[in-house]
């Protein structure tokens, strides 16, 4: 479904991408994990159109994305600090992808409604961002992503900025709305009991190279 082959990319003298290739099934949540520094981040922005590989093909669906603008990937995005729109309720935050591409109002009240749900947000929807914790702010986040039913989801260290607990709780979030929708998801994440417990494949990446790619159970002793 995404498929990357040979993809480069150097900083300068740094080198961030040394040749990735790597296919992530359709359906899957993959993982890509590895310490700071390692390259998740640029690879999974390179994906998104975010960033731009210095050679390398990546297509989406079959299709070769290079020189195809984010907005036209079909992909849903999630970074750690979201900018939800401050002014705007939760509802109107998840709507808003639909408002703009004008579909029609049933259609956005129902699928605004059912996000809602999926994402546990259902008695919040008239409160404004500052009114959310954390976790619930991510959960928007991640409803807002799917609302216009993205072929790929992309999340950046999502749960990065909360703490152990809520952590722990959004995993279990994500793996439930991953089973309900069942939309290709790639998460960058350096923690490795997060990888384990979310993802069903793992990209392990140091220093710019796919290390191993596998399941949690292929790659890991597991008590
Ligand atoms: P993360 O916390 O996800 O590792 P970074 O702090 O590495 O994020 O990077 C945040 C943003 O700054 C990214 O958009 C990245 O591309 C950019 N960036 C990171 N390092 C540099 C750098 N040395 N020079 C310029 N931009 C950088
Ligand atoms: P990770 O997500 O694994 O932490 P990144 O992909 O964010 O790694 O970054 C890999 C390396 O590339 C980091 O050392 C970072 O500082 C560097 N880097 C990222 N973006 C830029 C940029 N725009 N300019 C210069 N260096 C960058």
């Known amino acids: 479904m995404i498929t990357v082959t040979d993809v480069r990319k150097n900083y300068g003298d740094f080198v961030a991408l040394d040749g990735i290739n790597l296919d992530i099934p359709s359906g899957s949540l993959t993982a890509l994990l590895g310490p700071s520094g390692s390259g998740k981040s640029t690879l999974l922005r390179s994906i998104a159109g975010l960033e731009s590989p210095d050679s390398g093909i990546i297509t989406i669906s079959g299709e070769d994305v290079t020189g195809v603008p984010p907005q036209k990937r079909g992909i849903g995005f999630v970074f750690q600090h979201y900018a939800a729109f401050k002014h705007m309720t939760v509802r109107d935050n998840i709507a808003f992808g639909l408002r703009i591409r004008?579909?029609?109002?049933?259609?956005?009240?129902?699928?605004?409604?059912?996000?809602?749900?999926?994402?546990?947000?259902?008695?919040?929807?008239?409160?404004?961002?500052?009114?959310?914790?954390?976790?619930?702010?991510?959960?928007?986040?991640?409803?807002?992503?799917l609302a216009v039913d993205p072929k790929v989801l992309l999340l950046d260290e999502p749960f990065g900025a909360l703490d152990a607990k809520v952590r722990a709780d959004l995993r279990e979030w994500l793996r439930r709305l991953h089973d309900e929708v069942h939309v290709t998801t790639v998460l960058v994440t350096h923690d490795q009991e997060e990888a384990l417990d979310v993802a069903d494949r793992i990209a392990v990446m140091n220093r710019g190279n796919i290390e191993q790619v596998g399941s949690p159970d292929d790659l890991y002793e597991r008590p």
């Open 102 to 145: 004008r579909r029609p109002k049933n259609e956005i009240n129902d699928r605004v409604d059912e996000l809602l749900r999926i994402v546990g947000l259902d008695g919040f929807q008239r409160r404004y961002p500052s009114q959310l914790s954390g976790g619930q702010r991510q959960r928007m986040a991640l409803a807002r992503a």
